[in-house]
């Protein structure tokens, strides 16, 4: 009786669990008015040039770089969640700087922002977060344990996982950087500074 009373609990806890993990849907049937952009910094005005494309039926967003620094921002606020993401470079002549990212635990207009980089460099955390009620810059490129993103024009795999103020990045499999940022929730979002990249298989799952 005490062992079939332990398997009913623990499976009523596993299920528990999986329901209150909830999936975000990016790409809703209102998908144009989920997604904004907002300018790098949020002081200057947002480019004419629509350089944003999202495909909802295939699950992507193709940015072409063209149309200034800024961010696509999606438009529903997160508090504890998981954020898997593939994307790749489109590859472009010549030796260019290649640079993106990711962004995450953002305020709404990006004053306050976390971001797993995108380049040739590597994949790792740095931003902009309150420290002591002082916004403060830090980069943890360093920190990173190893640069295991691939070539471009090959997809790359980004796990973000962020609970209460620690959040961690997660690079084709493996952990590479963890931080603690000085704020339990925000936005997360797309960077464009000036080249193509691809992003798709978005998975966010919101976590109690």
């Known amino acids: 009786?005490?062992?079939?009373?332990?398997?009913?609990?623990?499976?009523?806890?596993?299920?528990?669990?999986?329901?209150?993990?909830q999936m975000v849907n990016l790409f809703p049937a209102d998908y144009q008015s989920q997604w904004t952009r907002i300018a790098i910094p949020p002081t200057h005005p947002v480019s004419d040039i629509a350089q944003w494309h999202i495909d909802a039926a295939k699950g992507?967003?193709?940015?072409?770089?063209?149309?200034?620094?800024?961010?696509?921002?999606?438009?529903?606020?997160?508090?504890?969640?998981?954020?898997?993401?593939?994307w790749r470079f489109i590859p472009q002549p010549g030796s260019p700087q290649y640079n993106s990212g990711v962004f995450f635990r953002n305020d709404e207009n990006g004053t306050i922002w976390h971001q797993a980089q995108t380049s040739t460099g590597g994949g790792y955390i740095f931003g902009e977060t309150p420290v002591n009620g002082k916004l403060t810059s830090f980069n943890l490129q360093k920190e990173m344990?190893?640069?295991r993103l691939h070539e471009p024009g090959q997809w790359n795999t980004y796990d973000i996982r962020c609970s209460g103020p620690t959040c961690t990045l997660a690079v084709n499999g493996e952990v590479v950087n963890t931080v603690q940022t000085g704020v339990e929730k925000g936005y997360v979002g797309?960077?464009?500074?000036?080249?193509?990249?691809?992003?798709?298989?978005?998975?966010?799952?919101?976590?109690p």
Do not use: Q
């Not at 005490?2 to 999986?18: K, P």
């Not at 438009?75 to 993401?85: A, D, I, K, Q, S």
């Open 1 to 21: 009786m005490v062992a079939l009373y332990t398997a009913i609990s623990c499976a009523f806890i596993a299920s528990a669990a999986h329901v209150s993990a």
């Open 60 to 86: 992507e967003i193709k940015c072409d770089g063209n149309g200034g620094h800024e961010w696509l921002r999606f438009n529903r606020e997160l508090g504890n969640f998981t954020f898997h993401v593939k």
């Open 145 to 147: 344990k190893e640069n």
């Open 190 to 207: 797309l960077e464009s500074e000036g080249f193509p990249i691809v992003f798709k298989d978005f998975k966010v799952r919101e976590l």
